[in-house]
Structures are given as structure tokens and as C-alpha cells.
């Protein structure tokens, strides 16, 4: 007979990459998530991060923590819908709502869930999920959650997007799914014709904005902002664990959808709410994000200076508008000596490996904070291009 465990027994990918010494998972971290880290005993500049605003080690955040703990203990001990609704949950969602000019907004316990919990609870038995292919993981567990049918589009191709709606039957109900800013490449949806082709087809339109809010659109709206299409999206959904500085997730909509999520979604509904200092912070930073509309834009000239500083040391680089820059490296191996280089030499970047990406399109992801200081920067990339002029051998 078959043991379940033997795939388990089996798994030698881990193992393989740790003996070659390029396995680059589970850093430890001995210091807080800033510009620079102590990990593993040495100094690192990070960029690696979503803390966008670099909002986590702002002080006002973490007496904002400290104060909800004080005041509320450490959890709530139960879910939104029974014992574990706070004042500030829904102060939060309130306050959440007016910045993103939408009825309503009803928060989850993390970002993942948040796509599982909208997408399962919105797509029914009849209808239909159409996505990017290069939507993040948590809106294909979402779609297999729900009882609808997923279609697929090749990345950004709105001809594609157009043949799969086309294929949807009269009577289906049709949800169009995308990332905002998509988090490995950085590039941004073509929103715009997204929303053309759902009008054409009788769609809503869901936007994941976990990369977008706070980052891109008016005050750091987002990516329905940054478009000038506020209006034209059904759903937004993002998280606190980025610019936020914090754990959670949400949705914005009409009341009337709120509502039935609010009611019908399983992960919302069987789940422990929000603790108190996450929530806490997540409230904090959005308000600091409302008093300083600024911090976008700085973040987004920092980004810049990277930008061009990479190119000018003639690096290969995936080209967006956002703080995620991708240096390609192509093939697995190659990717993975060069994040052990560059871990070794003081910067943190993430590999992007199949199949987050095609199997010779591999990435160092590169991300940067508002709060990343050009010196800082100059460190970082004159050790990236340092490195990448080597061989790509330990």
C-alpha cells in the first residue's frame, strides 16, 4: 500500500541546495526589519523587503503596539463574527473605506486570506474567475476554493484577456482578477483596458493592490488611483504586512457586497480577528500615510535613484515604475550563487525561482523603503554590480 508520506520521504530539493551551500531560505533575523539588518551575525543592507514606507520601526508605530496591548491584552481569542470584534477593527475599517473612496471595507487576519476568503465567498458553482497568470498564489487558492471555474490570460495580454472572456457562457457570472503591481516582476496592470474589456463583457473587476497601496495612485491610493479608475473597480484587496507595517488584510467594496462577504466567507468567518497591536499599527500607519501623502513620492524617487544607479553599472534589470526592481540572472543555479554572493558580501535580495517565474527567467528581486538613504543605496548597488562582474561559482 501506498504511504502518504512517501512524496515527503522523497523531497531532495532542500537537502540538494543546503550541500552545494546556495540554499537561501529561513534567514535568521536579530534585529528589526529596517534599511539594515543584523542577520546571522553581519551586518546586511535589506533590500529585500515590503516594508515600503519603512513604516516598521517608526516610533509612533510601535508605541501605537505597545498601547493596544496595554489596553486590549495580546489577541482577541476568537473571530470577527462572534467574541472577536474590537472597537478598533472597526475604526480601522471605517477609517480604511473614506481613504480608498468605497462604501465599505471588512478586514481579514492576513493578506493570504484575504484573497481566499473574497474570491471563495464572491465566485458561486456557476460562475467565473478569469486571472494574470502571474497572480500571486493566494487568488489560485482562492479560485480553487471557491466552486467557479478559473481561466487563465497570458501576463498583460488583453488580446488573451479578451479570448478567455469571450469563452465564458452567457449566463455565468465573470470576476477579472488581477495583481495591481505585480510583486516579483514590478510591473503594473493595464488597468485601463481591463476595465474596457469587462464593460465589453458584462465583468467586475478585482485588483489585488498588496503592492500598490501606499505605494502608487494619489496619497498612495493605489493602482485604481494611480489610473484614475476609482470607480470602474468592484473590489480592492490588500495588506498591512507591507506598507502598513503590520499583519492583515482587507477588502473594499460596496456596502452590499461587505456585507455578503462578511456573512458567507468561511476563512472571515472562522477565523481569529486581527490581534490588537496589529491592528493598532495597521490604524497608526494609515493615519501617518493620510497626514504625509509625501511618502509615496519619496518612495518613489528612491526607487528611481536605484533605478538608474543599476543601469549605470550597466545591470540587466526587468523595467517598472514601482520599488520592485528584478535584476534578471536567468537559470536557477546562477540565481541562487548570486543571492549566496551577495548575502555574503552585506546585501539581502530575494531569488525568484520557477515557478514564481519561467525556468530562464530567474530574478533577484531587489525592493526598496522610502526610508533607504541614497548613500545607502550606492553601498548596496556598487556591491550588487561587484558581484555580478564575478563568476557566478562559490
Known amino acids: 500500500m501506498a504511504d502518504i508520506f512517501e512524496k515527503c520521504f522523497e523531497f531532495k530539493q532542500a537537502e540538494d541546495a543546503r550541500e552545494k551551500g546556495i540554499y537561501p531560505y529561513f534567514h535568521a533575523l536579530e534585529s528589526r526589519q529596517d534599511v539594515e539588518v543584523m542577520m546571522e551575525g553581519k551586518r546586511r543592507i535589506m533590500l529585500g523587503s515590503n516594508n515600503y514606507l519603512g513604516l516598521t520601526v517608526d516610533p509612533e508605530m510601535i508605541e501605537a503596539g505597545i498601547r493596544a496591548v496595554e489596553k486590549y491584552g495580546t489577541g482577541c481569542s476568537g473571530s470577527r463574527f462572534l467574541n472577536g470584534t474590537l472597537e478598533m477593527h472597526l475604526e480601522l475599517e471605517s477609517e480604511l473605506a473614506d481613504f480608498l473612496h468605497k462604501e465599505a471595507v471588512v478586514t481579514f487576519s492576513t493578506g493570504f486570506q484575504s484573497n481566499l476568503g473574497i474570491i471563495s465567498a464572491v465566485v458561486g458553482r456557476n460562475d467565473y474567475v478569469i486571472c494574470d497568470r502571474e497572480n500571486h ?25 479578451e479570448r478567455q472572456l469571450a469563452r465564458v457562457p452567457d449566463d455565468a457570472g465573470r470576476l477579472i482578477v488581477t495583481d495591481g503591481v505585480f510583486s516579483m516582476g514590478g510591473d503594473i496592470a493595464n488597468l485601463p483596458e481591463i476595465v474596457r474589456l469587462a464593460k465589453k463583457y458584462g465583468a467586475r473587476v478585482m485588483v489585488d493592490d498588496a503592492h500598490g497601496l501606499g505605494v502608487i495612485g494619489e496619497g498612495g491610493r493605489g493602482t485604481a488611483s494611480y489610473f484614475g479608475l476609482e470607480d ?119 531569488p525568484v525561482l520557477p515557478p514564481a517565474t519561467a525556468p530562464t527567467e530567474c530574478l533577484l528581486r531587489t525592493s526598496y523603503m522610502a526610508t533607504h538613504t541614497k548613500p545607502i543605496i550606492d553601498e548596496a548597488i556598487d556591491i550588487i554590480a561587484d558581484v555580478m562582474s564575478r563568476e557566478a561559482k562559490l
Open 137 to 161: 498564489a493566494s487568488i489560485y487558492d482562492g479560485c480553487k476554493l471557491s466552486y467557479g471555474k478559473m481561466l487563465r490570460y497570458r501576463h498583460a495580454d488583453m488580446a488573451d484577456l
Open 232 to 350: 470602474e473597480v468592484d473590489i480592492y484587496m490588500g495588506t498591512f504586512s507591507k506598507s502598513l507595517a503590520s499583519l492583515g488584510g482587507y477588502m473594499a467594496a460596496s456596502a452590499k457586497v461587505v456585507e455578503y462577504v462578511r456573512h458567507v466567507s468561511r476563512p472571515f468567518i472562522f477565523s481569529a480577528s486581527i490581534t490588537p497591536a496589529s491592528c493598532a499599527v495597521a490604524l497608526a500607519a494609515l493615519r501617518k500615510l493620510r497626514r504625509e501623502p509625501e511618502l509615496p513620492q519619496r518612495l518613489h524617487d528612491i526607487s528611481a535613484y536605484a533605478r538608474e544607479g543599476l543601469l549605470a553599472r550597466g545591470l540587466k534589470i526587468r523595467m517598472s515604475d514601482t520599488p520592485i526592481i528584478p535584476i534578471y540572472t536567468y537559470d536557477t543555479e546562477t540565481t541562487l550563487v548570486r543571492a549566496k554572493q551577495l548575502y555574503e558580501a552585506g546585501v539581502y535580495v530575494n
